[in-house]
């Protein structure tokens, strides 16, 4: 293909638009992407016509201006052109043009090609305005932000020269990695080299040296064309602080209760050998070791054993609980009869219930033995018959009962009480706990016989719960595996 041949296979099959006029501004040649351009159907009908039949006048004196420079000149030039036609709208082109010579290196004229750049101009407007919201955004949050390239921060906030202590023209161009203690350099170029998103914290260094705590996460993003991360910046020294208050609040806190947990060990212990001799010498006056008592005389010591035996089991309770927060307390399991076991306690409680008017059922069917540390269950469900008859009206009900179940067997006390309010429930199997403090005037107790028993359960793989409606009453369970 010869070259001219070449030469118009290109001009005619291009989009863009090319043009010659002469020295008169008439058009001498346009190649078929010009009839788009003016709105022409055939070459022809442009060939021998002037700008001024195609064009707006607006147009018009910046076409001529840069003819007669190029024909003065012969420099080329090249500009952006935008003008409203009734044939394509509101268009922006890009024309570039040149002189056009004769043989003789004479101008004849000039020639233009015209680019039709509408589209790209809408674009970079919206990139512009899309990264002036960006840049409105991250100047209006409280966090700082850097965008960097491999580490060197090529855009930053206020924000974040002010955290940092920089002028935010020296901000820009440091090497990110730079900015934090010697430590951490490595650890920085690594997340940066790894594209890591996972937030992290450093110790930065201000411009005069000093240190703080900062989270860091980033996010890979174009910027201009590249391949950059957008870095937010948190000063979290406040935080770091609390964090440190915290653990130091919770170490002494654990010392408290350490201290706390021995003491009430250490009392519970000594409580015991005296409460030991004031019940055993008051049941010896009971029996009439030291001799007759009167009817007075009788109730007055009748009072000490009962209150000796309440005190024993507050002290039992105490010395439960300090063996269990200091670990030392260990289960003995063996195989137990639970439905012997489940009835015998059941008629101890029989005295209780009826000074109290109260009825107390009692349905247990045919057991298998299972495995279990018997004290500590008859401990479990004494707990609970006990916190029934406590707190069921005279004229009430207490049902014991117990479901055999092919993996565990489980274990209820149900009354017709007073019930609990549901916010209460949560928390009643929790250590010192109290519904109130009126009912524990009334009735008694530690607050740690819930607490005791969801432990010895526990210990044993059950569990246990609670079911209450206020005014309908109560029904407290636990379970025990079968293999515990």
Do not use: C
């Not at 170029?189 to 937030?199: C, F, G, L, V, Y």
């Not at 209150?307 to 609980?321: H, I, K, N, T």
């Not at 401990?379 to 117990?402: E, M, W, Y």
């Not at 250590?431 to 009334?442: E, I, K, L, M, P």
Request: glycine share 10%.
């Amino acid at each position: 293909m010869g070259n001219e041949h070449l030469f118009r296979a290109i001009v005619d099959h291009t989009t863009d638009t090319i043009t010659i006029k002469d020295l008169a501004g008439r058009f001498v040649y346009a190649n078929p992407g010009a009839l788009a351009l003016v709105g022409a159907e055939r070459v022809e009908a442009i060939v021998g016509k002037t700008d001024v039949d195609f064009f707006p006048p607006e147009a018009i004196a910046l076409i001529a201006r840069t003819d007669a420079e190029v024909v003065a000149s012969g420099v080329p030039q090249s500009y952006e052109i935008s003008f409203n036609s009734a044939f394509w709208g509101e268009k922006t082109h890009l024309t570039s043009k040149f002189p056009y010579y004769d043989e003789t290196g004479e101008i004849q004229g000039v020639v233009a090609v015209v680019r039709d750049i509408t589209e790209l101009k809408r674009t970079e407007l919206a990139l512009r305005d899309s990264e002036e919201r960006f840049r409105k955004l991250v100047e209006a949050t409280f966090d700082g932000v850097a965008i960097h390239d491999a580490g060197v921060i090529i855009e930053a906030n206020q924000a974040l020269a002010d955290m940092f202590g920089y002028p935010l023209d020296e901000l820009v161009g440091l090497d990110g990695p730079s900015t934090a203690a010697p430590e951490y350099h490595a650890f920085i170029q690594e997340r940066i080299s790894t594209n890591d998103t996972r937030p992290y914290e450093v110790e930065a260094l201000r411009k005069d040296g000093t240190r703080f705590a900062v989270e860091i996460v980033s996010r890979p993003a174009h910027y201009h064309g590249r391949r950059v991360r957008v870095s937010a910046f948190r000063d979290i020294t406040e935080r770091k602080a609390l964090e440190k208050g915290l653990v130091l609040q919770n170490e002494r806190l654990r010392e408290l209760d350490l201290m706390k947990n021995n003491f009430v060990g250490t009392v519970s212990h000594e409580l015991r050998t005296p409460l030991t001799t004031i019940r055993g010498y008051a049941e010896l006056l009971e029996d009439g070791v030291g001799g007759e008592l009167s009817d007075t005389q009788h109730g007055y010591v009748q009072q000490i054993v009962e209150g000796a035996g309440r005190l024993e089991r507050l002290v039992d309770d105490l010395l439960d609980y300090a063996r269990m927060e200091a670990g030392a307390f260990r289960l003995e399991p063996r195989e137990v009869d639970l439905a012997r076991m489940v009835a015998d306690v059941g008629l101890a409680f029989e005295p209780q219930a009826r000074e109290g008017l109260v009825v107390l059922e009692l349905a247990v069917p045919a057991l298998a033995p299972l495995e279990a540390d018997p004290g500590r269950v008859e401990q479990v469900l004494g707990n609970l018959i006990g916190n029934a008859l406590k707190f069921t009206s005279p004229g009430g009900r207490v049902a014991i009962a117990v479901q055999d179940g092919e993996a565990a067997v489980r274990i209820m006390v149900t009354d017709n009480g007073e019930g609990i309010e549901a916010h209460h429930l949560p928390l009643l199997f929790d250590r010192f706990y109290q519904v109130d403090a009126g009912t524990t005037r009334r009735v008694g107790g530690t607050g740690l016989g819930l607490a005791i028993s969801r432990a010895l359960v526990e210990a044993h793989g059950g569990e246990i719960g609670v079911e209450s409606t206020p005014g309908a009453g109560s029904s407290f369970w636990f379970t025990l595996p079968r293999g515990a």
